[in-house]
């Protein structure tokens, strides 16, 4: 049974960093795609960021272009989000989740219809 477990969330005040983690079982991260999605109280989860299985393309929402980096560890069935210059809109619960392998879709990197085996999040919270 594919898990993903995500880890390193926490309270920092703003313009501090943190780096998520998501630690993958029942299956081999090298063979697929992985995003970060986040999801704030009354609102829905959204797009944060992508990485191909090789980790050669990546994908951000607009608003964290710039601040934050995916990567990935396919020795460590990892997949890593460092989050710089952290805002309070930046609050939220994010979650890993597995690519369904649409490859061949436009969007397919950045849309939550092509995802699959959702971790259960960790809490992100930046004060003012």
């Known amino acids: 049974q594919v898990r993903m477990v995500e880890s390193g969330g926490g309270l920092v005040q703003a313009g501090g960093s943190l780096r998520l983690s998501c630690t993958a079982s029942?299956?081999?991260?090298?063979?697929?795609?992985m995003g970060w999605f986040r999801q704030a109280p009354g609102k829905e989860r959204e797009f944060v960021a992508a990485?191909?299985?090789?980790?050669?393309?990546?994908e951000y929402r607009d608003s964290v272009k710039d601040r934050f980096t995916i990567t990935r560890d396919n020795a460590q069935n990892t997949v890593y989000l460092q989050m710089n210059n952290l805002k309070p809109e930046d609050t939220a619960v994010y979650s890993c989740a597995r690519n369904r392998g649409a490859t061949a879709l436009q969007g397919y990197l950045t849309l939550r219809r092509y995802y699959d085996s959702w971790g259960q999040g960790t809490q992100v919270t930046v004060s003012s």
């Open positions: 990485i191909s299985a090789n980790g050669d393309t990546t």
């Open positions: 029942g299956v081999t991260l090298s063979t697929v795609a």
